[in-house]
């Protein structure tokens, strides 16, 4: 069979294109309920306003002990803390080309299934932003709320959410895992699926895992990188129902249609833009790590040192165990 930009035709009988190629990329990690959608970041960003940064203040908690009276002593004052997260903002683009002659050879409209398909293209691109903030954020702020494994046990979760949690383990609420830890602990029946009745009474299992009364999310995006003697890091996450704070940005122009009717004999492009902020609570992006050119690649949000916890200025920073993330780096 030849092919023409990329499309394959039989020039002698062409069978008419009536199949997608399923999509290999699960984007579960999106769409866990791990975001929440946040109005005041909306109104930070406003379309059209210049910069792509901006800090958001938070008030603390009342602090200190009370003074006890004995009718000689002052009461002291106490005050609420301040702190503040930098928020950044997020804008791609991208644009897809089709020309008019694979039109000719295969009566067939690519450019329909580029816009079919346009959602879920977008929905992968946030979700790869998504790992990138979790891998800087955990290279540095969050270092010490990995917990390392060089196997996998059914009560790993304590040691992650209670150790790291402590009293306030009941945060986290998701867990996001590679299916080789899946896998694992799939054996000892450790995760658990949750069943249902189909129409007719059965009793059939759902897609949805539990561990340790956590939703599990099996995803091969999940980080894997290179160990030693030919073993790979694995690392699982566990984070809260409302980990992000999340808000769509308008752009001017998010959708449009380019025309060139010389080049390739004439083509046609479909650009896309999108714009959205993804704020990891308790979790800060310094405005020092923003560049020059106010682009934010993955690279930069996956830089260790661009990331730190939440704090006062004055070396008071938010009890880690109320940042809803953490996780396990298994060894295997």
Same mark, same amino acid.
């Given at each position: ?5 990329l499309?394959?035709? !039989? &020039? ?10 399923? #999509? ?12 929440y ?7 930070k =960003? ?16 009342? *602090? ?11 009461? #002291? ?5 301040t ?13 897809f ?6 039109y ?5 409209? /690519? ?10 293209y ?12 979790l891998? $800087?954020?955990?290279? *540095?702020?969050?270092a ?10 059914s ?9 790291? $949690? $402590? ?8 867990? =996001?895992m ?20 189909? &129409? ?8 949805? &895992? ?12 999940? %980080?894997?990188?290179d160990?030693?003697? *030919? ?12 980990? /992000?704070?999340?808000? %769509?940005?308008?752009e001017?122009?998010?959708?449009e249609?380019?025309? #060139? ?15 959205l ?7 800060? /992006?310094?405005a020092s &790590?923003i560049?020059?050119t106010?682009?934010?690649? !993955? ?15 004055n ?8 940042? %809803? /993330? ?7």
């Amino acid at each position: 069979m030849k092919q023409f930009d990329l499309k394959n035709w !039989n &020039a002698e009988v062409f069978l008419a294109y009536t199949r997608a190629i399923a #999509d290999p990329v699960k984007t579960s990690l999106i769409e866990a309920g791990v975001f929440y959608y946040d109005e005041e970041l909306a109104q930070k =960003f406003p379309a059209q306003v210049g910069g792509n940064y901006a800090v958001r203040p938070i008030t603390g908690l009342l *602090s200190g002990d009370a003074i006890d009276l004995d009718g000689a002593t002052n009461i #002291d004052d106490g005050s609420l803390n301040t702190y503040a997260q930098g928020i950044v903002a997020l804008h791609m683009g991208k644009s897809f080309t089709e020309k008019d002659f694979t039109y000719d050879l295969t009566g067939k409209d /690519f450019m329909v299934q580029v816009a079919e398909q346009l959602q879920r293209y977008w929905q992968k691109q946030e979700q790869k932003k998504m790992l990138s903030i979790l891998k $800087g954020i955990f290279g *540095s702020a969050l270092a010490s709320s990995i917990v390392a494994k060089t196997s996998v046990a059914s009560t790993d979760i304590i040691d992650a959410v209670r150790g790291i $949690g $402590g009293d306030n383990a009941d945060l986290f609420k998701v867990v =996001f895992m590679h299916s080789v830890v899946a896998k694992e602990l799939e054996k000892t029946n450790a995760i658990t699926y949750l069943m249902y009745n189909d &129409a007719n009474g059965i009793q059939r299992p759902t897609n949805i &895992a539990v561990w340790g009364g956590r939703v599990v999310i099996v995803n091969d995006q999940c %980080p894997v990188a290179d160990a030693e003697d *030919s073993k790979h890091t694995y690392r699982t996450y566990f984070l809260g129902e409302r980990a /992000f704070a999340y808000t %769509p940005l308008a752009e001017l122009v998010p959708v449009e249609m380019s025309r #060139d009717a010389k080049t390739n004999g004439g083509q046609t492009s479909l650009v896309s833009r999108d714009g959205l902020v993804l704020a990891p609570e308790g979790v800060s /992006f310094k405005a020092s &790590a923003i560049s020059s050119t106010n682009k934010v690649t !993955n690279a930069l949000l996956e830089t260790a040192g661009n990331w730190e916890v939440v704090n006062d200025g004055n070396g008071h920073a938010v009890d880690k165990k109320n940042i %809803p /993330f953490c996780a396990i780096d298994y060894t295997l």
